[in-house]
């Protein structure tokens, strides 16, 4: 019967996928870059809203918001796809509210009404049927994979607005959004970068050898250089694994380091980010489960007596970051928390 | 009456000082002098290898695969077969540390004394002093020499042209070597343990130490530490590409200490545990600064901002006139093939000589701000950072 067919082929394809998930994080750094696992999320969605069966908002709601609960349970460092998972439980909200008729703009006000009258929204229960609701969310999510595929090249857009000609720029280990950005702005101006290599992995090199094969002048140093040379250092640009809610960074081991050395000499710090990697966590202090304490036998191949730490984020806190470079724009740290409440449902923070 | 002038005289002495040849690369001028009294003293020219960094063109930049010794005819007439061996160990970093370098050139030059006879009609005070400037070049062109050698050349120097012309040979050489071994046992052992006295009264029982690299005066500390059975763990902090911690934590660990091991990168991941820091130094500058391996401001900078003390260990002998305020004019740059690696099977950066705009920078020293330090030990007592010019005026007017 076709009907039970495509649900075996759904349920294939979501148990490949997590499959991928967890394989990915045991693996010496990740496998995939944050776009692309952003984009597969996505189209996994989407697959569940045209395959899975169900009536009603809620219901699609309720599929996905456990399906998203095992993705994020598969691979728990991988935060683009809890995103994912919440941008599209926001895109049914809003087609789900348009379709009753009621403008989404009076729901998401914060306004002291709102709270006061905060008994009635609980009411809603997304239990009406609308007939053209599947096709409205499907479509939702395809604007949706247009704006993923198009996040590298809107960042890179900004460059030339950030880099002047013969600056020293900083950066560290690999971010395929910087790379894209300084390649971006290398077009136009003649600048300097400087790389730190980020052990134990080294990333660093391969960003050093593409950028230098655009011609770009690139200088590789140690992680322990990082301060000796700040002080000839204009502009700190690097990217990241996740944006917290507060402004905060979860970014590669060695960052914070990096953060501290640029508020010493007063250098900006700019991160490269777009908006699927905005998290709606808040951590205050790195606690272990922030980390994935890799297998260090790049790090040390002798003794067993000792205790071997390689932790593969790093927390870096609002107040030393300059500016988010992201697809929609600029934006300060202090203002992070009002484009996430126009990402993410607030009730959907907790799959 | 007389004193005052004295002393004025001997600060303008030490203010004129021409610059050492070794940061003027960039100056065709001065690398062309070089080459000539090289040529004179029969020492070959070591030629930089590599695109060096456009910031650090002051810098000579030299590979390991081809020392000097290569160049070098066998038997050497010229230099003292101790001193090439000498210079072969420094370039290829078999000896290493500022410890470890002053003490091999010392053990070096007491052999060259032994070996030495003074030609007719020449002075023993001046002939040998003169003996000496040709291994002293070749020395540093196989690697510049540490603030340390520097002292104690000065010392051994000074020595030297302080031998009475009457003195007969044997006994003047007798007096040298025992002169040499006196320096040793006083500026570095001795001065070893009164620091470790000292350090270890700073040392508590639970502490959390953390360490960078190897310094063999912070481990000499440590180690004494747990024979005094105070209860410690430490944290050693290695970096690429020297990865010297690994000596550390090897020593550490033979004598029984716990031990964690953690690359620089993961510096603000591990310091919310750490109670107290150590630092090893090479030098410590008039102007307070503390020129140590690089990575070492580093620490000092995130240690300062978790509030954890950081104590800098260091003999008064590594203490030196210079000054200095950032980690470029005056540096070492190491071989760059250094920073090379394979991981997964692949070295990205194998042929980066072949990009023209892609370079290399593996610098060995960097300069860490008084601010950041909060204690420096000495064989002296425990001094802050600023008092660095009052120890080096008290040891000028010693001598």
Redesign the interface.
Known sequence: MPGADKETDLTERIEAFLADLKRGGSG?GPLRGSGEMARETTYLLRRITAQARWSSAGDLMEIIRNEGRRMTAAQPSETTVGNMVRRVLKIIREEYARSRGSSEETEQQESLHKLLTAGELSEETFREHFVHLKANVIEAINELLTELDGTTDNIAMQALEHIHSNEVIMTVGRSRTVEAFLKDAARKRKFHVIVA??????QG??M??GL??V???????????????M??VNKVIIGTQTVLANGGLRAV??T??VA??AR?HSTPLIICAPMFKLSPQVFT??SLSL?DVNSCF???K??S???????VF??VPPELITLFISNIGGNAPSYIYRLMSELYHPEDHKL | RGVPYQTVTLIHQSMVKRLPEHVQVDDPAVVKRLAKKLERQQIPLRSDYGYK?S?FSHLHQYSRKAPLTQLLSIPSTVIHPSIVRLGLQYSQGIVAGSNARSVALLHAFKQVIRDYTTPPNEELSRDLVNKLKPYISFLNQCRPLSASMGNAIKYIKKEISNIPSQCKEEEAKTKLLTCIDRYIEEKIVLAAKAISKYAIEKISDGDVILVYGYSSLVNNILCEAFEKSRKFRVIVVD???RLEG?EA??RL?QRGI?????????????L?EVSKVFLGAHALLANGYVMS???T??IA??AR?YNVPVLVCCETYKFCERVQT???VSNELDDPDD?M?T??GKT??EN?QD?S???????VY??TPPDFVDLVITDLGMIPCTSVPVVLRVKNLDQ
Request: glycine share 4%.
């Open positions: 010496t290599e980020c052990a134990p992995f080294c090199h391969e050093a050898t230098s094969k011609g770009i002048e690139t200088t590789v140093i140690a992680d322990a250089a990082i301060f000796a040379v002080s000839r081991n060695g914070h380091s501290l050395a010493h202090t790195c980390n790049p790090v040390l002798i003794l007596k000792v205790n071997v730490h390689c932790p790093d927390y | 960094v910031l970096s690429r590409p690994r934590l090897r660990v716990s031990c964690t091991y953690v690359l620089i990168s993961a510096l603000s991941y591990i919310p391996r690089v990575g401001s580093q900078l995130v901002t950032d980690s470029f920073l690696v991981r997964k990205q950066l980066w990009v705009s892609l370079g290399l920078l593996n610098l960097d300069v």
